[in-house]
């Protein structure tokens, strides 16, 4: 059994994670505009006990129109007006280390845990895409290793600035507010920031935002072990979860850190009906199919597999772990295409099984809610995960039907809770206060 207890998170993205989600019966198109949409989805996963909530970004608009547009308002912006309506629940918000500068998003999301109380968590990106570059000048993305020097050195100032000023607390000084000591400047000078500081924010209630990552290459795994405290990743099987927890620990204690306390959060998108064929109904409806050949016919058409000629291969064959590869140094992200990867090596797994097992590049549990729980329960008993990040194919409503068939189910069990505890996220999480760090 897990040390402790399940955690939850749930994606708040756009009109849900499935991309024909803003066509869903029923509900506005235009949602995904609407930032009442986002505040009902937020209310929702806090009556059902959600630890936090969780917004991606992407700073540039996807050039497939057919979809809801994943990204639209500006995480930090919109958790600072959800924060003010809605109480206890974590705000997970994604910011990038390269088209972001140290002191101010420092500053920014500072400010926000002030506000909140002490619920940010912090998503580190390093930005992936061409078009995100293009929208911050002229000069091309730069290369992985590059990306990920600068994000090391990103979050290093970062996390010194948090730091830098004391809280104002006790009696009123007889002197001044602050002095060389209270306030101190971190002096640091890198290969890409030259920042003097201390921070003009002091110190926040819990001790400063705690911090994710999700990095799969050798880069970004080392990253999260270096500095997160929320991992999350593309996880199909659960080997695969509990040989990329031992390379988290390995890298975490090679730099100094307790593996114990970093928390393992894969994603789940959850699809659910009163029987599991009513599941998979609802499964193929979402992507506008009526049969199971149209998921089959989408997935090898989205050519997951580098030299996948999706004419050539047979649905009910046994899939070939070599045609997903990737390199150390490609542009794309390296999880998704891993985690096939992993999944086809570790059992045949035909094309036909695959599209019931992976939905958007996470792990799929399509079911009864029953099975549904059973599956959360059995990976985060076997301590192969601390939790999940829910993806919900359609917003809001979906995060009300789990809340009333899936979370009651966690709660028997014990693994869940039926109200909220600690008075930050950081508590909550059961993570070390960064005050106390040398």
Not at 155 to 162: G, S
Not at 355 to 381: F, K, M, N, Q, Y
């Amino acid at each position: 059994m897990t040390a402790h207890r399940l955690y939850l998170s749930v994606a708040l993205n756009s009109t849900g994670s499935a991309a024909r989600s803003w066509r869903a019966a029923g509900s506005k198109w235009n949602r995904f505009a609407d930032w009442e949409h986002y505040l009902r989805s937020a209310q929702l996963a806090h009556e059902g006990v959600f630890d936090i909530v969780f917004v991606s970004d992407h700073p540039a608009l996807q050039r497939d129109n057919t979809s809801r547009p994943i990204h639209s308002f500006d995480p930090t912006v919109l958790f600072t007006a959800v924060a003010a309506t809605v109480p206890d629940i974590g705000f997970l918000l994604t910011a990038s280390t390269s088209y972001n500068s140290p002191y101010n998003l420092a500053r920014r999301l500072a400010t926000l845990d002030h506000i909140s109380g002490g619920r940010v968590i912090w998503n580190v990106v390093s930005s992936f895409n061409p078009d995100i570059a293009a929208n911050f000048g002229a000069a091309p993305l730069p290369e992985r290793a590059e990306r990920y020097r600068r994000a090391d050195e990103f979050l290093r100032v970062v996390k010194d600035l948090w730091l830098s000023w004391d809280s104002p607390s006790g009696p009123a000084p007889d002197g001044p507010l602050w002095d060389g000591t209270t306030a101190r400047r971190i002096d640091h000078h890198g290969e890409f920031f030259d920042v003097t500081g201390p921070l003009n924010v002091p110190i926040g209630p819990q001790g400063h935002p705690v911090i994710s990552q999700a990095g799969a290459s050798d880069a970004g795994i080392d990253l999260a072990a270096r500095h997160s405290d929320i991992v999350y990743a593309s996880l199909l099987h659960k080997q695969s979860a509990f040989d990329y927890q031992s390379r988290l620990r390995e890298r975490a204690l090679a730099h100094g850190r307790d593996p114990d306390d970093l928390r393992l959060i894969p994603g789940l998108t959850v699809i659910l009906g009163e029987t599991r064929e009513e599941a998979y109904r609802k499964h193929e409806a979402l992507h506008g199919h009526r049969g199971e050949d149209g998921l089959i016919a989408d997935f090898l058409e989205r050519n997951w597999a580098v030299d996948l000629d999706h004419r050539r291969i047979d649905p009910d064959k046994p899939l070939d772990p070599a045609l997903f590869t990737w390199t150390e140094d490609q542009k794309r992200p390296v999880g998704f295409v891993k985690s096939f990867a992993e999944l086809a090596a570790a059992e045949p797994i035909t094309p036909r099984q695959l599209v019931r097992r992976v939905e958007g590049g996470h792990r799929l549990a399509v079911g009864t809610p029953r099975e549904v729980a059973d599956t959360i329960l059995d990976w985060w008993s076997s301590g192969a995960v601390a939790g999940f990040n829910i993806h919900i194919p359609v917003l809001p409503d979906g995060i009300e039907e789990f809340n009333r068939l899936v979370i009651p189910l966690l709660q028997e069990s014990g693994a869940f809770p039926s109200a909220y505890d600690g008075s930050t996220i950081r508590e909550r999480l059961k993570l070390p206060d960064p005050r106390n760090r040398p």
